[in-house]
């Protein structure tokens, strides 16, 4: 369109646009005239109807849609089908991630570029000037518009009834699309994460199972056990699961902070913890075990205050009370830390009595 700058000549009697005889058309143009816009020329790129070149178009058109329709489907595929879970090594799973967004973008690309192949070779060739001119428009050019904007409509239906490879292709390539919109909201209905006797998602490599039904040992990141006397009053220590690979990814869930508080703390800190169902008698003497898995976002939670008695996350500064359940009292964490119950074995080592009561990390809408 070219717009010039000029004084408009004194404008023709408007058409009244409420007249039945009027076609869409015709109040699309009667609308044009108002803005003082000509069209010169509004014609099809074509010549005749369902010529070789316009059916190439199509035909390109169409691919693109099918192009986004099968890229989509396979993205479905792969959601749902390909290994996802993490293993140690190389395995098929190092590719579910790169697999799902090569899929999903060629399927938007694919759609986006058959959208621009239709807007330009397509829909109606158009020249029209336009001098500018101020002022607000009369009430009627809401119907105008309203008409305007339905003429387009019928433009593109037309264009796509005419052409049933196009509208085969459409329909091919956008359902799936929003089949790819739904998926990450059902997919996880789809298997149940819960189905095992000993759920991941619930088990640590704390738990008596990972060790032949015996309890498990508290030992450093080299695999040697740990006596209470190697804790030094109102120091801690990092503990991982003795079981084969505990201080490995494959038990990323299990690292512990234990803490050996002062006694006054000690007493604090008992006497809470037998207030509450869960955390009664995880205590062993003046020892005390949390998780170092923030709950907000699964950083680790090691800074020790001992003054305070505070633990803190470096990643959201999230801070925990030791002495009260290791409850959030700052920071964007909301669920506590949950304690490993404590125990010393036969030789003086700590043990875990059991694993811990609540899940670790962050948060999630199935935790019991």
């Known amino acids: 369109m070219t717009t010039l700058h000029h004084d408009a000549p004194d404008a023709p009697e408007p058409v009244d646009v409420d007249d039945p005889r009027l076609s869409r058309f015709d109040i699309v143009k009667e609308g044009l005239r108002r803005d003082e816009i000509e069209v010169i020329t509004y014609e099809s790129q074509f010549h005749g109807t369902n010529s070789k070149a316009e059916k190439r178009v199509v035909r390109n058109i169409a691919l693109l849609f099918i192009i986004a329709g099968l890229a ?33 973008g060629i399927s938007l690309f694919a759609v986006g570029f058959a959208i621009l192949a239709w807007a330009k070779k397509l829909l109606p060739h158009e020249v029209s000037i336009q001098a500018r001119h101020d002022g607000a428009s009369p009430t009627d050019e809401q119907k105008i518009t309203g008409q305007t904007m339905l003429f387009v409509g019928d433009e593109l239906n037309q264009g796509v009834q005419r052409r049933p490879l196009l509208k085969g292709a459409i329909g091919f390539g956008l359902a799936p699309i929003g089949l790819v919109a739904a998926a990450p909201l059902i997919g996880g209905l789809i298997e149940n994460p819960h189905k095992a006797d000993q759920p991941d998602l619930f088990t640590t490599g704390f738990s008596p199972v990972k060790n032949g039904g015996n309890l498990v040992r508290l030992t450093r990141d080299d695999g040697t056990p740990i006596r209470p006397e190697d804790v030094s009053t109102g120091g801690q220590m990092t503990v991982f699961p003795g079981v084969p690979h505990g201080a490995t990814n494959e038990y990323a869930d299990s690292p512990t902070l234990l803490i050996h508080l002062r006694p006054d703390d000690a007493e604090e800190t008992r006497n809470n913890a037998a207030a509450d169902r869960r955390n009664a008698g995880s205590m062993w003497g003046n020892y005390v075990a949390y998780s170092k898995i923030c709950t907000h976002a699964g950083c680790p939670a090691s800074l020790y205050e001992q003054q305070t008695n505070r633990l803190l996350c470096p990643c959201h500064q999230s801070q925990f009370l030791i002495t009260r359940n290791a409850q959030p009292i700052f920071g964007p964490a909301t669920r506590r830390l949950p304690m490993l119950p404590l125990g010393v074995d036969e030789e003086g080592y700590f043990v875990a009595t059991s694993d811990f009561k609540d899940t670790v990390g962050p948060d999630f809408w199935e935790r019991p």
């Open 72 to 104: 989509a489907f396979a993205f479905l595929g792969f959601y749902i089908f390909w290994p996802w879970r993490f293993e140690l090594g190389h395995t098929m799973g190092d590719y579910y991630t790169p697999l799902l967004g090569i899929t999903l």
